[in-house]
C-alpha cells in the first residue's frame, strides 16, 4: 500500500533553514507528482510546492517562492523541501502527498516551529 513518511522537521529560529523529506513506497514513485502542504495552526490545509514525477515540472505557492526549494531523489523514493529564510508564520505541520485517479495519500506530518 501507499507510505509516505515525513522527516525532519523541528524547532529553528526565524531567518534559518530546515530540510524536510518525505520517503515513499507502495506505487512507481518515479511516474508520480508529488507534493508539499502545510498546515498552520487553526488554518487550512495550504498548497506549498510541486513536483512531477521527472522533476522537469515544479509549482510553488507565492508566500515561498524565492525561499523554498521543492526537489527528489527518483533512485531513493525521497522528495525533499528545502526551506530558507524561515518566518514564524512558516510554523506548521507540513505533509507530503501525492494521489492515485480515486484518491490522495498523505503522510503522517512533520512539525515545523519557527520561534526566536
Known amino acids: 500500500q501507499v507510505q509516505l513518511m515525513e522527516s525532519g522537521g523541528g524547532l529553528v529560529h526565524p531567518g534559518g533553514s530546515l530540510t524536510l523529506s518525505c520517503a515513499a513506497s507502495g506505487f512507481t514513485f518515479r511516474n508520480a507528482a508529488m507534493s508539499w502542504y502545510r498546515q498552520p495552526p487553526g488554518k487550512e490545509r495550504e498548497l506549498v510546492a510541486g513536483i512531477s514525477g521527472t522533476g522537469s515540472n515544479i509549482n510553488y505557492a507565492d508566500f515561498v517562492k524565492g525561499r523554498f526549494t521543492i526537489s527528489r531523489d527518483n533512485a531513493k523514493n525521497t522528495i525533499y523541501l528545502q526551506m530558507n529564510s524561515l518566518k514564524p508564520e512558516d510554523t506548521a505541520v507540513y505533509y507530503c502527498?501525492?494521489?492515485?485517479?480515486?484518491?490522495?495519500?498523505w503522510g503522517q506530518g512533520t512539525q515545523v516551529t519557527v520561534s526566536s
Open positions: 502527498s501525492t494521489f492515485s485517479p480515486l484518491r490522495s495519500y
